[in-house]
């Protein structure tokens, strides 16, 4: 498998070695001029590129825009978050052309936390739900792209309940349709979510804790080359859970 890496950060960095171990080829690298260098081909425009079966983005929000309006017709693997409703909307048109996944977490585990939240919130309907990320210091954005996606899907089953960011600014107890959302960051955590049930004189927490940035690398990958053998549309995990 051919791989246009999209950006060169420690994420795709680590694609890269992984990849190489793999016996795949890194054909290069699509990257804003002056952002940076890489030991691959760089590209700064989204013409004229290399011979490549997918493009793995781990970049930024305005790149992978810029990236999505573009004419690149290759099967896409974005892994960029931020932006939200922007991104969702231009990828969603770019999947009529060709094959477009997006997560904003590429760990399989994350996958499967997000539905143990969406089987047990109805079933724990009179407990109190708080999220709580934790990622480490140079991270910029906040809440997470992931605690998003798990706030999504507490949503999704308590359609009347609301999240609430900065509860320190309120002065009254706590409403029984919030969910509290928080974000730590701090020295080199690569990343930790949990999602906390609060009920009479008992409580359940449902974990995920990363232990290293190659479980994001290795789900690229993975995702990459069932990517490769897809009809045009837009995929996420779901879309391969019985494959």
Request: charged share 25%; hydrophobic share 35%; no cysteine.
């Amino acid at each position: 498998m051919n791989i246009l890496l999209s950006g060169y950060g420690a994420m795709n960095q680590r694609v890269a070695a992984l990849a190489e171990k793999k016996g795949y080829t890194i054909v290069g690298v699509l990257m804003k001029e002056g952002m940076g260098s890489a030991p691959y081909p760089l590209y700064h425009s989204f013409e004229d590129l290399p011979d490549a079966d997918v493009v793995i983005d781990f970049s930024h929000p305005s790149w992978t825009k810029e990236m999505l309006q573009s004419s690149l017709s290759l099967p896409l693997v974005i892994a960029t978050t931020g932006d939200k409703e922007e991104m969702e909307a231009l990828m969603n048109k770019k999947a009529q052309t060709q094959p477009v996944f997006f997560s904003a977490n590429m760990s399989y585990g994350v996958h499967v936390l997000t539905e143990l939240v969406r089987f047990a919130t109805p079933l724990l309907s009179s407990f109190d739900i708080e999220l709580v990320e934790s990622h480490h210091n140079q991270k910029v954005d906040a809440p997470s792209g992931t605690l998003n996606k798990l706030l999504d899907a507490v949503l999704e089953k308590r359609q009347d309940n609301h999240p609430v960011y900065d509860r320190h600014e309120k002065h009254e107890k706590r409403d029984q349709n919030e969910i509290g959302v928080h974000a730590i960051r701090g020295g080199t955590i690569v990343g930790k979510h949990e999602v906390l049930y609060a009920g009479h004189d008992e409580t359940i927490s449902i974990i995920h804790e990363a232990q290293s940035k190659d479980i994001f690398a290795n789900g690229a990958l993975d995702v990459a080359e069932k990517l490769v053998n897809q009809p045009n549309g837009y995929y996420t995990f779901e879309s391969f859970d019985n494959n």
